[in-house]
Every structure is written in structure tokens, then in C-alpha cells.
């Protein structure tokens, strides 16, 4: 993308560049973690270094209820591992999955991504309270897209 000022920059360049313009916008942060690849990261121009998950908690930062960061966060959360958000919470892949739908009840990839991380019998209290195993949220999923 060539900027007005006739400078040449890539879509991280160009996030980079927007988060300086604008550092409370959250969808920035996430769009910038969803373009980075595994492992990956990025310096922002106040010198951090940010890999995805730090930039979706930074999305999170600016927009606490973001289903699309916390389902972004949970995709990139190893089994086992866990990220503390700004307001002191720590989250695993499960829990960002259920925030994921508490934000946005309607997201049925992060119904089918729980899904998939619950073992056979396994359950899982979700935000209002219910307890549901692997086929009730995959239900969930349907009801959400049912094409």
C-alpha cells in the first residue's frame, strides 16, 4: 500500500502505523494479531514487541466484550497455557472460548471450537450458567449457522 506521503508499506506496517494514529482503537491490535504468523512479532512504534496474544489482549484492553478477540485468543492459546488480561483475569483456551460466547452469544465458531477442546463427556459451565458437553454445543453451532 502506498501511503499519501508516497511512503510503500505491508498490512503490518500499515496496523503499526494506524495503532500510533489511534492506540485505543481494539480492532486495530486484533487485526494486526490475526495477520502475524505463529511465533511471529511486531515492534510498535512506542518500541513494543507484541506477538498475537499480547495483541489480542490488547484488543481487549480497549474493548473488554470483543467476542472476535477473545475467540481469536482461545485459537492461539496452546492447551495448557494461559494469558493474564489487563483487568487481572487469566484465561485459557476454554475460558477464552466461553468469554468468546458471552460477548456475542451468536458466535458459533467459538460454540464449535469448545466443542472440539472438550474431551468425550467432558462439560463446561458456560456464561448463563448451563453445563453442556461436546453435543450441545455443537447444537449451539448449528442454531448460530444453520447453513
Known amino acids: 500500500v502506498q501511503l499519501h506521503d508516497g511512503r510503500v508499506v505491508d498490512k503490518k506496517q500499515l496496523f503499526v502505523e494506524a495503532i500510533r494514529s489511534n492506540p485505543d482503537n481494539g480492532l486495530v491490535y486484533n487485526n494486526l494479531g490475526f495477520v502475524l504468523a505463529a511465533g511471529e512479532t511486531v515492534q510498535l512504534l512506542d518500541g513494543r514487541v507484541l506477538g498475537e496474544k499480547q495483541l489480542f489482549v490488547e484488543t481487549l484492553r480497549c474493548k473488554p466484550n470483543c467476542s472476535l478477540a477473545y475467540y481469536n485468543l482461545g485459537h492461539v492459546l496452546a492447551p495448557d497455557e ?62 448460530c449457522n444453520p447453513n
Open 82 to 143: 494461559t494469558v493474564q488480561l489487563h483487568d487481572g483475569r487469566v484465561l485459557d483456551k476454554r475460558q477464552s472460548y466461553v468469554e468468546a460466547i458471552r460477548c456475542n452469544p451468536d458466535n458459533g465458531k467459538a460454540f464449535i471450537q469448545l466443542a472440539n477442546i472438550l474431551a468425550v463427556g467432558e462439560t463446561v459451565r458456560l456464561y448463563d450458567g448451563r453445563v453442556v458437553g461436546k453435543r450441545q454445543l455443537n447444537a449451539e453451532a448449528i442454531r
